[in-house]
């Protein structure tokens, strides 16, 4: 019988939730800081590690923007995407839909360009090497303004051949989604799909706005819903995927501990729950961890971590001819599995 970690690696997923800037591990931190004589306010790998002691969302975001300062370079882009992709395929990621955060690289002085074209040149090279299919969501950060955001939609629609969706992320506290409507419109008008971190520090109405002002596809966190009855009915019956993230909402302390997490009432209650990595380098575990950390400590079915796949791909921006291939081998997978089960 294989172990659950061999099974969870065996089945096709998709990650749905993934900043590339999260992806920074210490060790590329440090040495792309020699490499341009960027002085880091940490002195060591160890030493940054020790930071990683987050008390609330902000309190990462701060560490995460500073340690973003490396990203200098077309290659560095490239780089830092080839790492998790590499990784990704490792643990069964068979399809991967990336946030970007141009703000924190044009606020530097560094072209839009450079960024999208690292990020593409990594994307494509996995397609080529591992099958690995993708989509590249910029990110509007919403602790800046609807002006600002507006400027950087002008440059995204630059790059409108490589650039699926906007998303909505940063501090979410006091930057409510109504906030952006009217970007969020013209993002549509142009082609652009939708998806907005809500409900994970914000309130339900967060959610709320997020569906009927933005139009999103998916609500990224989402997991603060199960505070509003209606909201939960209202997820379930119109099947939009939650972008979860366990080992994240631990780190950041939305939940104080894994076996506290309601990932399992939320699958349990019919919603399309997924399970994502988040900022990996940050928080602890990629894609294959996260899975791992919710099946011990939720006590997870083999069938609901199928389920947790199946969702993944339904969830995703694939398109149903792909859905249904990768469904397919997902239910297989999963037959195989029950018809040899556990002792
Ligand atoms: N940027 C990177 N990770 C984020 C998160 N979990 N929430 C909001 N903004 C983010
Ligand atoms: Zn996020």
Redesign the pocket.
């Known amino acids: 019988m294989r172990s659950v970690e061999a099974y969870i690696r065996d089945l096709p997923k998709a990650e749905l939730h993934l ?1 590339i800037e ?1 992806t920074l591990e210490p060790e590329l931190a440090f040495r792309l800081a020699r490499k341009h004589r960027i002085t880091l306010p940490f002195a060591s790998v160890a030493e940054v590690r020790a930071a990683y002691d987050f008390s609330d ?1 902000q309190s990462f ?1 701060d560490i ?1 923007y500073a340690l973003a300062d490396v990203l200098r370079d077309e290659d560095d882009f490239y780089h830092l995407a080839l790492s998790y992709l590499q990784r990704a395929h490792e643990q069964g990621v068979v399809h991967t839909e990336i946030f970007f955060d141009p703000q924190t690289h044009t606020a530097r002085g560094i072209a839009f360009g450079t960024v999208v074209e690292g990020l593409n040149l990594a994307l494509t090279e996995a397609q080529r090497r591992f099958g690995m299919t993708h989509r590249l969501i910029a990110c509007f950060l919403r602790h800046l303004s609807a002006a600002e955001a507006s400027r950087t939609l002008d440059e995204v629609l630059e790059y409108r051949e490589v650039i699926t969706a906007v998303g909505l ?2 501090s ?1 506290l006091g930057h409510p989604p109504s906030k952006f409507a009217a970007i969020f419109d013209r993002a549509r008008a142009q082609g652009l799909l939708t998806v907005a ?1 809500a409900g ?1 520090e914000g309130p339900p109405s967060y959610i709320h706005e997020a569906l009927d002002l933005l139009a999103v596809r998916r609500i990224d966190h989402g997991v603060r819903c199960e505070e509003d009855a209606g909201l939960v009915r209202r997820l379930v019956r119109e099947q939009i995927a939650l972008t979860v ?1 366990p080992l ?1 909402n631990v780190k ?1 302390r939305v939940f104080d501990r894994i076996e506290h997490h309601n990932l399992k009432r939320l699958l349990e209650a019919g919603l399309r729950v997924t399970v994502n990595s ?2 990996p380098a940050y928080f602890g575990g990629y894609l294959l961890e996260n899975y791992l950390a919710v099946e011990r400590a939720l006590g997870l079915t083999r069938a609901q971590l199928a389920s947790l796949a199946r969702n993944s791909i339904e969830g995703s921006f694939l398109d149903a001819d792909a859905k249904r291939r990768w469904v397919a081998l997902i239910d297989a997978r999963a037959d195989d599995s029950l018809s040899h089960p556990p002792r």
Do not use: K
Request: glycine share 6%.
């Open positions: 900043h999260g969302l975001l995460y992320d940063s979410e971190h994970e993230c994240s950041l988040d900022d």
